[in-house]
């Protein structure tokens, strides 16, 4: 199956929603042992539970090993929000990491295409 570009674009919404709910996670831990009233793990479960929606509805339209790995930039946008929000730092062993999540991603995606253009059609 050839992976629509609809679909890629989905998981990397759903990634930016369940980063969002790390952050909130986070937020929310502080008022622990709370959990029915506590604003912040409740918007982090919502917001998992909208970026289940959408991974689920981009797997009709890929390949699972195409899509999944892709889950991987969760670690990108949690490094950037952890920065902007907690003032956590960005350290060279930081950034090398999510430049080999970026490579990874990047080969995952050229050696699917290369894999397709050769695939025999299944009729």
């Known amino acids: 199956m050839k992976t629509k570009t609809s ?15 790390q952050i909130f996670y986070k937020l929310g831990s502080a008022k622990l042992p709370i959990i ?6 409740l918007s982090g ?3 998992y539970g909208f970026g289940a929606v959408l991974l689920i509805t981009a797997f009709k339209g890929g390949d699972v090993s195409v ?3 892709i889950i991987a930039t969760s670690y990108i946008w949690v490094t950037i929000l952890s920065n902007i929000i907690f ?17 990874g991603i990047i080969a995952i995606g050229f050696g699917s295409r290369k894999e397709q253009a050769h695939a025999p059609e299944v009729i």
């Open 45 to 47: 479960l919502v917001l």
């Open 7 to 21: 679909a890629i674009i989905l998981v990397i919404i759903c990634t930016l929603f369940t980063s969002t709910a």
């Open 67 to 69: 899509l999944y790995p």
């Open 87 to 103: 003032n956590e730092q960005i350290n060279i062993h930081k950034t090398i990491g999510v430049a080999l999540i970026i490579f």
């Open 36 to 41: 029915f009233t506590n604003w912040q793990l």
